[in-house]
């Protein structure tokens, strides 16, 4: 995806891919050279590669479906790369490519420029650089979970 429209949609609700398992709604954070940030109600701070988002949508007319209102003062890790990024995850639990077949979770071990390290129960998983598409961390907003809990 192109920087310049990236940073154009900053602070408004976009669709990131049409469909499938990748696809989510949210606010967009945060645009960096090879990543960018995004705010979910389900899932919290998801990073995305840009090289792997085949789309971005958004709504000119009527918005899409997110009203998650980000509160002031709220912090996310951040890094001038997905490398920094990866590398102040490392010791948390994250989820590697949410959805579909090749989503891992497990404790960020080891960062390498070619691959990472996830550690989950008694599996050591080396995912290859180039293939992780988002990752996220336990990381969300408050409110949400009761958000969910009231529906």
């Known amino acids: 995806m192109d920087k310049k429209i990236l940073c154009s949609l900053v602070g408004k609700a976009v669709k990131v891919n049409r469909g499938g398992h990748d696809s989510r709604v949210g606010q967009l954070l945060k645009v960096e050279e090879d990543y960018f940030v995004l705010l979910t109600k389900e899932d919290g701070v998801l990073y ?16 899409l479906d997110f009203n998650l209102a980000v509160p002031e003062g709220f912090e996310y890790i951040k890094g001038n790369c997905f490398k920094d ?15 579909g077949h090749e989503k891992y979770e497990g404790v960020l071990d080891h960062v390498h420029d070619e691959y990472i390290t996830v550690v989950a129960n008694e599996e050591v998983i080396r995912i290859s650089m180039f293939h992780i598409r988002n990752i996220s961390y336990d990381m969300k907003v408050e409110g949400c979970e009761e958000e969910k809990d009231e529906k």
């Open 85 to 99: 990024v990866l590398c102040d995850l490392k010791y948390h639990w994250v989820t590697v490519n949410r959805g």
């Open 48 to 63: 995305y590669k840009g090289h792997h988002v085949k789309s971005l949508t958004n709504n000119l007319r009527k918005g």
